[in-house]
């Protein structure tokens, strides 16, 4: 069966272009190319598959903010040899230095390729949350690099862990360049460190992995969520000023995403909630919640939501303790 994905994809790339917007489709990241979707935000809006061996490792949303004398990166992907690829992307617009790479959370598909940046930027700042930085250093990255490198047969070979090194909580307010990031952390979401990051002249906001286009939040690493914190930076940051939302994975675009990625948090907290309280375990529940949440049936990692409805189960057990 692998081999046969292989080979079609290798067929297809004869003609790249045609599906290289097919977010269903595994692709490595030169496949796809860095688009503008805001006056100084650009994005390689990635495919929604898990690391494997087609896409050497890549399936997040790398991003760069280009200004007057200098690059911004925002998660610079999987490996070193796509943060290499994103920065070649870069150079085909600016010829100016990477003044700084922020990191939105310490899931591997979104910082291993710091190294690509670093290899050419040797001194560049790399921005995390305090917390992230604590988690790098006592070795979640290592075992990032082991997972990927199960997931995609060795193609991210020769990644390093490289990780964030000016730490932030939330609230700074950054000037780079003339430009002004806006840095909010509203607690514990789809981690215990997530960093938004708004480009408050382009009304932008990436949210991370705190909300995914057409993806069930929180689905791959639900053990780091919390569901009901997941709801609160949502909510928060729909008060604010931001019209055009980067996702940690799918297309960008307007409101309708966070409305959704909260729609569905929502939903599925009352449904849980309703269950639970009917003295329903959560493996007898699944058929009726899914049932409630039928409107996001085509959305990925639907048929995981078992696996989701149990860490919602106990975090609603834990609050009515
Ligand atoms: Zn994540
Ligand atoms: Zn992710």
């Known amino acids: 069966m692998n081999k046969l994905v292989t080979a079609v994809v290798m067929l297809c790339a004869v003609h790249a272009p045609v599906w290289a917007h097919d977010p ?48 911004i990166i925002v998660d610079p992907g999987s490996s070193a040899e796509i943060g290499k690829e994103l920065l070649k992307k870069v150079r085909a617009l600016s010829d100016k230095p990477v003044v700084a790479v922020f990191n939105t959370h310490v899931h591997g598909d979104h910082w291993l390729g710091n190294q690509g940046i670093r290899e050419l930027y040797p001194e560049v700042p790399i921005y995390a949350h305090e917390r992230m930085i604590e988690r790098v250093n006592t070795g979640e990255g290592a075992v990032w690099i082991k ?61 991370g992995d705190i909300i995914a286009a057409r993806r069930v939040p929180n689905s791959d690493v639900p053990q780091d969520a919390s569901f009901k914190g997941s709801i609160t930076a949502i909510r928060t940051l729909l008060e604010g000023p931001s019209t055009l939302f980067i996702p940690g994975h799918g297309q960008s675009g307007g409101r309708e995403l966070p409305e959704a990625s909260l729609r569905f948090l929502e939903k599925l907290r009352a449904a849980v909630t309703k269950y639970y309280e009917q003295g329903l375990a959560d493996y007898e529940m699944k058929e009726q919640v899914s049932a409630e949440l039928a409107e996001f049936r085509d959305w990925h990692n639907f048929d995981e939501l078992g696996k989701v409805i149990s860490y919602v189960y106990q975090e609603i057990e834990a609050e009515n303790f």
Do not use: K
Request: charged fraction near 15%; glycine fraction near 12%.
């Open 24 to 71: 269903q489709t595994p692709s490595s990241i030169e496949h796809i190319p860095l688009e503008r979707i805001s006056p100084h935000i650009y994005v390689v809006q990635g495919t929604q598959d898990l690391p494997n061996p087609v896409s050497r490792g890549f399936m997040n949303n790398p991003a760069a903010i280009l200004t007057d004398n200098g690059v």
């Open 147 to 207: 997972q990927f490198m199960e997931m995609t047969g060795n193609a991210i070979e020769g990644t390093r862990v490289v990780g964030p090194n000016v730490g932030l909580s939330g609230g700074e307010v950054l000037t780079l360049d003339g430009l002004t990031l806006r840095i909010h952390h509203t607690g514990r979401a789809h981690t215990d460190h997530d960093l938004m990051i708004e480009v408050v002249d382009d009304a932008g906001l990436f949210f």
